[in-house]
């Protein structure tokens, strides 16, 4: 069973910036495509940022490419998600999980999930 624990969130101000750390206890995390998730008040979970499993392919929804970047350190077992120039709008909670898949785009792909982390974007 892979465990995954999310870390980084907060309040910042429309424009500002937060980085957003997700570590795995699992010795396979080398293999496994990963994902940033998020879900706002009142509104499905939607997919942010995919990365596969050597880190060498992403892929990213519009309404956050160029704003937001996800990379991986395999050697830490640790994914990471950098978000820039944020809006209100990117108020949720943000959710990392991993898929057995080598690369998975869909929400429907990942299995194992971390428990979240608040991000409040102020006005």
């Known amino acids: 069973q892979v465990q995954l624990v999310e870390s980084g969130g907060g309040l910042v101000q429309a424009g500002g910036s937060l980085k957003l750390s997700c570590t795995a206890s699992e010795g396979t995390f080398g293999t496994y495509a990963m994902g940033w998730f998020r879900q706002g008040p009142g509104k499905l979970r939607e997919t942010v940022a995919v990365i596969n499993w050597s880190g060498g392919n992403t892929n990213y929804p519009d309404s956050v490419k160029g704003r937001f970047t996800i990379s991986r350190d395999n050697a830490k077992n640790t994914v990471y998600l950098q978000m820039n120039s944020l809006k209100p709008e990117d108020t949720a909670v943000y959710y990392c999980?991993?898929?057995?898949?080598?690369?998975?785009?869909?929400?429907?792909?990942?299995?194992?999930w971390g428990q979240g982390t608040q991000v409040t974007v102020s006005s």
């Open positions: 999980a991993a898929s057995n898949l080598g690369m998975a785009y869909y929400l429907t792909e990942y299995k194992y």
